[in-house]
């Protein structure tokens, strides 16, 4: 898979016909900007981003082409897009708002863990002390989930099912990519179109010590958080624009060394959720040199123009152990993080749409290996 590629060409899991230059034309320069949007999975932490596209939806400067999500980031590009496919901006807030409600009323996802004492800041959602998480943690290491789920409930399932309509999804005005990872090839798997539906959210989002694989077909699927957070490749295969917006909820760095097994098991998993997402940036990258360099065809390639919301200070604070926490004040809190780093990026970066990136990916993704030549092959 080549992450930069020709227009053209369209993903093997995306039957429906990608948009190509005359459809791009046909639209008008002077209507909304068309962007991409990526949306990273985290648990929890995905109510950030439902901050960020609350914000978003009311900049009408704007305009959604393709939505590529993993995990948490698949659940509110499908709500984003059921919403949207009803009614617009205004319906697809409306519908994102219900969803995460929905969540930390029923406890869809893990559950509340308690309520912060008044004045303590973000960081007090944090879970990593509480005793019942702990106790939890435990059992979920010496067994596995068919083990203390035999009968397979996912109560993510009925909270997911209340809030996406499948007919909707796979016809709708926005095209929405999911990310999930095949369990027997450890290899990415995107749905969209007539294969996107309730099935592939769940796959998208079934971390293996939690639920067990979900099965499509002959095929079982695990979160898609290990071969891409979220996938890029989609958004530049099939669809028009040119700029791609990320949300991105997980730290890329963390300062110091884990020294306690906990912490080691934490910080292994965020860079395992990272690592595709680095690999396709750097892939970018590189294509990106050999485009300037005019060592490509001109105009056979995308010339990817990034841009990124995030909130690195803030989401520092919270370990991963929050993800687990649907609390609704803890909610709440993260969405309005999310709102407050989209007004600073509209603020900010927002005029550069259409012309330039305003995301440097040597210095954001790929500093640590500065060592090497900024043009060496990924």
């Keep these: 898979m080549r992450p930069a590629s020709k227009t053209s060409r369209t993903p093997r899991s995306q039957p429906r016909q990608a948009p190509g230059p005359a459809r791009a034309r046909a639209r008008g320069r002077r209507g909304p900007d068309g ?13 950030f981003t439902w901050g960020v596209l609350d914000r978003l939806l009311e900049d009408t400067s704007l305009r959604f082409d393709g939505v590529s999500g993993t995990s948490a980031g698949a659940l509110n590009a499908a709500v984003l897009a059921t919403g949207f496919a009803r009614g617009g901006a205004t319906e697809a807030k409306a519908a994102l708002r219900a969803f995460w409600m929905d969540v930390a009323s029923s406890s869809a996802c893990f559950g509340s863990w308690g309520h912060p004492a008044a004045g303590q800041g973000i960081s007090a959602f944090n879970l ?3 005793p019942w998480f702990q106790w939890t943690q435990q059992w979920l290491q010496l067994f596995s989930p068919t083990q203390l789920n035999p009968l397979g409930l996912n109560p993510l399932r009925d909270v997911t099912a209340r809030h996406v309509d499948e007919g909707l999804l796979r016809s709708g005005p926005l095209q929405v990519f999911v990310t999930a990872t095949d369990v027997e090839t450890g290899q ?38 290990y071969t891409g957070n979220p996938a890029l490749w989609p958004l530049i295969y099939a669809t028009a624009s040119s700029d791609v917006l990320l949300v991105k909820i997980n730290p890329l ?49 995308k010339d990817l123009r990034l841009h990124m919301v995030a909130d690195e200070v803030g989401l520092a604070e919270l370990r991963p152990s929050s993800k687990l926490n649907t609390d609704r004040d803890f909610l709440l809190a993260l969405h309005d993080m999310g709102r407050q780093a989209a007004e600073a990026w509209l603020a900010r970066d ?18 640590p290996r500065q060592g090497r030549g900024e043009g060496d092959a990924p």
């Design 253 to 301: 760095r963390r300062p110091g060394v884990p020294d306690t097994a906990d912490e080691i098991a934490d910080r292994v998993n965020e860079i395992t959720f990272n690592a595709g997402l680095v690999g396709e940036m750097r892939a970018i990258h590189f294509v990106q040199k050999l485009l300037r360099e005019q060592r490509l065809e001109p105009g056979s390639y």
């Design 188 to 225: 990415p798997e995107v749905f969209s179109g007539e294969r996107l539906g309730l099935d592939a959210l769940l796959a998208s989002a079934c971390l293996p010590q939690m639920f067990e694989a979900v099965r499509i077909g002959k095929r079982h699927f695990w979160d898609g958080g």
């Design 35 to 47: 962007i991409d949007l990526a949306l990273q999975g985290g648990g929890s932490h995905g109510a």
């Design 128 to 130: 990593d002390s509480n």
């Design 350 to 367: 927002r005029a550069l749409v259409g012309r330039t990136s305003s995301v440097d990916i040597v210095q954001t993704f790929l500093a």
